[in-house]
């Protein structure tokens, strides 16, 4: 099946009978019929292996990015349309794949890509067929990405980069990464770096999976020796990399601050929905201080869903979430902690001790994502970091005093 008849000159009703129609044509009957009864009956119907196999299907159609130019893997419809589309695929929970590809990598392209790079990885993107990561911390470069110090030398139409990166979100699955690398290092930290879009699969590269807490190994760290990006692979112009940068972390910030496990599947358990679930399946919701506990998360989690309506209507907007996006990561990662805290409690001995077995998926949903969430404050940059720039650009505070600024990288220590 190729793309839906849906076009910018489809009216909304006309648009939202198509996908009707496709829904009962191409997604399985099952799926569908426990789509009706919540998560937990769909999660049951519907394993991430059966997900992933029938994906093409969903990917063909231009729904996974309605918004996105036909050329580009979409419908090239506006955004009324889209969110009316969106709340008939709603129920159905279709996760869009390649998280880091669509949000992390499509944002730097469509700001500062060429429309010859938009074309060679956008529709891969949006069909899975080529998975992204995003090769930007550095063990001495985490809240200060900026001081990097992977380099990148150029060799005539080409680039050729030695470094380390870590804390990579599927670096071991990826086939391509979004890469920031030192071009100049004799300019200021925040100067002399570049943009590239790096082939994982080349001699020269080496991923290393992390163990963390919830016995997963989602997180990587890269070492790069003598790898080579082509210069067509350049984002945005030489040593302008922070800038083009902006918009890909904006767009990490806004990935990771949506409700429950957030827009990349695995930031931490389920959403304040399923607390009121758990709260009635445990007994609980007759006791008033827990009801209470409940509905003010509850309620948090809807205002925190507004303020990223308001981000992504500016992104749709062709406008730069900037700042905006660092309120809904800061509420985020205290919020979901908290979310995922009362889970817990709620679940009761059961998250303290269960059967043992080499299961993985033993531990309790409740418990795996209690201990997930834990990175939250962290992951997509610090909150500490977070709060810096929203009292800088949006509260209009004085910035920290900086005794390098302006010195060139080579000449600041590091650790």
Same mark, same amino acid.
């Given at each position: ?10 009216t909304?009703?006309?648009a ?5 129609r496709?829904?009962?044509?191409e997604v ?18 519907r394993s991430s292996?059966?997900y992933?196999?029938?994906?093409p ?15 580009h ?11 009316a589309?969106?709340s008939v695929?709603?129920?159905?929970r279709?996760?869009r794949?390649?998280p ?14 060429t429309e010859?790079?938009?074309?060679r990885f ?7 067929e080529?998975k ?17 110090a992977?380099?990148?030398?150029r060799d005539?139409?080409q680039w ?12 071991d699955?990826?086939?391509f ?16 770096i ?10 020269g590269?080496?991923?290393r ?7 997963e190994?989602e ?10 990006v082509?210069?067509a692979?350049?984002v ?10 902006a ?5 990490e910030?806004?990935?990771?601050s949506g409700?429950?496990? %957030?827009?990349m ?7 304040a #929905? /399923?607390?009121?679930? &758990?709260? !009635? $399946? +445990?007994?609980? @919701?007759?006791?008033?201080v827990?009801r209470d ?20 209507a ?5 406008q ?10 800061v ?5 979901n ?11 009761g001995?059961?998250?303290?001790a ?9 531990m309790?949903?409740e ?12 992951e997509? %940059?610090?909150?500490?970091i ?5 009292? #800088? /650009?949006?509260?209009? &505070?004085? !910035? $920290? +005093?900086?005794? @390098? ?8 220590p590091?650790?």
């Open positions: 099946m190729t793309a839906l008849p849906i076009t910018a000159d489809t909304t009703e006309d939202v009978e198509v996908v009707r496709w829904v009962e044509a399985p009957a099952d799926w569908r019929a426990a789509s009706t009864e919540g998560p937990a009956a769909l999660r049951a119907a292996a059966d992933r196999r029938w994906y299907t969903f990917a063909r159609t231009g729904l996974v990015a309605p918004t996105w130019h036909p050329e893997g979409g419908l090239g419809i506006g955004n009324d349309v889209a969110r589309i969106e695929l709603a129920p159905l279709l996760t794949l390649n880091l590809g669509l949000n992390n990598t499509a944002a730097a392209l469509f700001s500062h890509g010859e790079q938009r074309r956008l529709p891969p993107i949006v069909r899975n080529e992204w990561c995003q090769l930007f911390s550095e063990p001495g470069a985490g809240s200060d990405l900026a001081s990097l992977t380099r990148a030398v005539g139409d050729v980069i030695s470094g380390q990166k870590v804390w990579t979100t599927w670096a699955e990826a086939d990464a979004i890469l920031l690398a030192r071009t100049d290092p004799d300019q200021p930290k925040h100067k002399g570049t943009y590239f879009l790096l082939d994982m699969h080349q001699p590269v080496q991923v999976p992390l163990r963390q807490i919830t016995g190994a997180f990587n760290e890269v070492f790069i020796d003598g790898a080579r082509s210069d692979h350049r945005g112009e030489v040593n302008d990399g922070w800038r083009v940068s918009s890909t972390l904006s767009s910030r806004q990935m990771v409700s429950g496990s %957030g827009g599947g695995r930031l931490g358990g389920s959403s #929905e /399923r607390l009121i679930t &758990l709260a !009635k $399946e +445990t007994g609980r @919701w007759d006791d008033p827990i506990k409940v509905m003010r998360l509850w309620a948090q989690e809807q205002i925190r869903g507004w303020t990223n309506a308001r981000v992504r500016a992104l749709s907007a062709g730069s979430p900037g700042a905006a996006s660092s309120i809904g990561k509420h985020q990662a205290t919020l902690q908290q979310i995922q805290d009362l889970m817990v409690d709620l679940l001995t059961a998250a303290v269960w059967p043992a077995t080499d299961d993985p998926d033993a309790p949903r418990v795996q994502g209690m201990m997930r969430s834990l990175a939250n404050g962290t997509g %940059g610090t909150t500490d977070n709060k810096n720039i929203l009292g #800088e /650009r949006v509260l209009g &505070l004085p !910035k $920290e +005093t900086d005794p @390098w600024k302006g010195k060139p990288w080579k000449e600041i590091r650790s």
